[in-house]
């Protein structure tokens, strides 16, 4: 790749090229590449594309580095030696194109940062529902390419269900769209779908035209700590046959509750499971008050969620360290996966614990560690496998919301039959014939 520096320049200038960058997400997985490009807009970033097409070279694209499965962390190729690779970072493409709050939509490009789409939103009476963590570091692109959730994808599910339609380079370069402003489009296959959720393995999204709808008229949280977990998933049993669907429901086991005590939850240390739900009116409060039990009390929205976006440092903060995994079972089954999750890690010499989406049956499954302990962490990835082993037994999935990346690589092989992972490597093949599009993500 002697000449790789010079072409860039060419294509994006050479202000916006860094040479033998480092990447690194939240899961703790580094490496390194070549050259890292910022492209100002999409057809920039399909000139980059096309460049690495035409030479063999593999791509990563990055997004705001907040994601838990190495998704932007090259992977090495055949053999194990390092291949040559371009990171393509879309922060510069972080233009609002449109926006008409009167027809609930929106197009934004894919370096848009979350927190600005969901408060132009909120600005003008609409609601963005997806929130996943690191609003304000978290990319749109990002979003899209792990099909991002968070605690309201309960009631108003994943990313994917609020875009109508992307704009995505595809191989060797091409920029096309699939989809739009329109709401119902069912001329052709749903590759705007295939596409979301892809972890940029089968071509770069650059940007998305979004769908709103008006905001709430309230949000009332509503909290409840239970003596066993199997009486707090009881109690989230009764929520889903209230009548009532919550915005959310999540919960907290008995470690993290110590680790992030509910300041609006007096008497809440102590108990096995912390269930927090959130109504969208007085009625279904009430309604939400009356299933979860006598002991449930009214919460005031600002302080559960500024208390809940911390509760996972909180945790990493119990030790210094933790190795955090995204499973999902079927909701019947949460409760054996909340002490499935602790059991494994006494089985491994660590403090296992859970926090997460209940009404998803989405866990965030967390093994403690002394931060720089190798035989601590060796332990907690054997106890990352007996984990996935345990969802896949369970009817679950190794991950819900985060993504396979490189940290889960070979997972799908267990979880699938070997028909399914023959489909979805001839669905790679077909969009990405040399494999160069994030190649050794969302692997089989």
Known sequence: MSDVHAD??????????????????????????????????????????????????????????????????????????PRDTVAIALDRLDRVRSFEPLLWRMEAEAGVITATIARRARENGLLFPPDPGAAEQSQLGGNLATNAGGPHAFKYGVTGRWVTG?????????LVTFGGAVRKD???????????????????????????????????????????????C???????????????????????????PPPFLHG?????LLVVCEAESEDDRAALLEAMGEDAVAAPANEVWRWREGVSIAVRAALGEKL????????????????GTVEIGARHALEGCSWGHAG????????????GDAAMRERADAAARDLFAMARDLGGTASGEHGIGLLKAGQLSAQWAPAAVEAQRAIKR????????????KEP
């Open 166 to 174: 992307i704009e995505v380079v595809l191989a060797p370069g091409e």
């Open 430 to 441: 077909a969009l990405d014939p040399k494999g160069l599009f994030n190649p050794g993500k």
């Open 268 to 272: 809440a240390v102590g108990a096995s």
């Open 186 to 232: 069912v001329a052709g296959y749903d590759l705007r779908s295939l596409l979301i959720g892809s972890e940029g393995t089968l071509g770069l999204i650059t940007a998305a035209w979004l769908r709103f709808v008006p905001a709430p008229g309230a949000s009332l949280p509503v909290a409840a700590a239970y003596p066993s977990v199997r009486e707090g």
């Open 360 to 371: 998803d049956g989405n866990l965030h499954s967390s093994f403690l560690l002394e931060p």
């Open 8 to 81: 860039l320049a060419g294509l994006v200038g050479a202000d916006h090229i860094e040479r033998d960058a480092a990447l690194a997400d939240a899961s703790g997985l580094s490496g390194r590449v070549p050259a890292l490009v910022r492209p100002a807009d999409a057809a920039q970033a399909a000139a980059v594309v096309a460049w690495c097409y035409e030479r063999d070279v593999a791509m990563v694209p990055v997004g705001g580095r907040s994601g838990y499965s190495g998704g932007i962390v090259p992977a090495e190729a055949d053999g194990g030696a």
């Open 324 to 339: 955090s995994e995204d499973i999902a079972v079927p909701v019947d089954r949460l409760a054996e996966a909340i002490e």
């Open 234 to 260: 009881d109690a989230i049993d009764a929520v889903l046959g209230s009548g009532v669907v919550p915005a959310a429901v999540e919960y907290l086991d008995a470690r993290c509750i110590a680790a992030a």
